[in-house]
T-cell receptor, first 113, second 108 residues
Framework: DVKVTQSSRYLVKRTGEKVFLECVQD?????MFWYRQDPGLGLRLIYF???????EKGDIPEGYSVSREKKERFSLILESASTNQTSMYLC????????????FGPGTRLTVT | GEDVEQSLFLSVREGDSSVINCTYT??????LYWYKQEPGAGLQLLTY?????DMKQDQRLTVLLNKKDKHLSLRIADTQTGDSAIYFC????????FGPGTRLSVLP
């Protein structure tokens, strides 16, 4: 079974803090994704990576950066957290190319106060 | 660009059938997917259909695809309270695109 894990289920941070969200997958998938999920807006793609050290902007990259130093790990970084980044963050992975189904982690609910 | 649309809410009574509808715009999609998200959890792949099929059945789930109209539906027979969740339609045309999700509420 594909397993995607995220470092925290719940996180509370203060405005201006630097926040790291970690995601690890154990299926040797090339592609990894970060989404945020907000009520009524569905999933919005923040960044994705198709290989180690490679990254591509998604639909809403502003205020975020990512790091992929190892194939199995994809980190999302909020350089200076703001209250409008309070959300559910979902990590996913898939085989290479854009056509394979994505496997999701359990999500991190981040609250910025 | 590609777009996937779904109605946001659906309520059914326990034991009835649920039908969740989805429309998409990218005719190059090879597969279309249904994901389920239970409260507080990530998305779980529920089922998928290859684009040259028009129906797929898997126990209580029936997926219907009308490729001409770019319309996909998910029917859940004998809906149970455990089926209460958000259901996402997704397609894999030029990119992997999710719909906004349909929140299914099952009333006792």
């Amino acid at each position: 079974d594909v397993k995607v894990t995220q470092s925290s289920r719940y996180l509370v941070k203060r405005t201006g803090e630097k926040v790291f969200l970690e995601c690890v997958q154990d299926m040797d998938h090339e592609n990894m994704f970060w989404y945020r999920q907000d009520p009524g807006l569905g999933l919005r793609l923040i960044y994705f990576s198709y290989d180690v050290k490679m990254k591509e902007k998604g639909d809403i990259p502003e205020g975020y950066s990512v790091s992929r130093e190892k194939k199995e790990r994809f980190s999302l970084i909020l350089e200076s957290a703001s209250t409008n980044q309070t959300s559910m963050y979902l990590c996913a992975s898939s085989l290479p190319g854009g056509t394979y189904e994505q496997y999701f982690g359990p999500g991190t609910r981040l609250t910025v106060t | 660009g590609e777009d996937v649309e779904q109605s946001l809410f659906l309520s059914v009574r326990e034991g009835d059938s649920s039908v969740i509808n989805c429309t998409y715009t990218d005719s190059s999609s090879t597969y279309l997917y249904w994901y389920k998200q239970e409260p507080g959890a990530g998305l779980q792949l529920l089922t998928y259909i290859f684009s040259n099929m028009d129906m797929k059945q898997d126990q209580r789930l029936t997926v219907l695809l009308n490729k001409k109209d770019k319309h996909l539906s998910l029917r859940i027979a004998d809906t149970q309270t455990g089926d209460s969740a958000i259901y996402f339609c997704a397609e894999n045309g030029q990119n992997f695109v999710f719909g906004p999700g349909t929140r299914l509420s099952v009333l006792p």
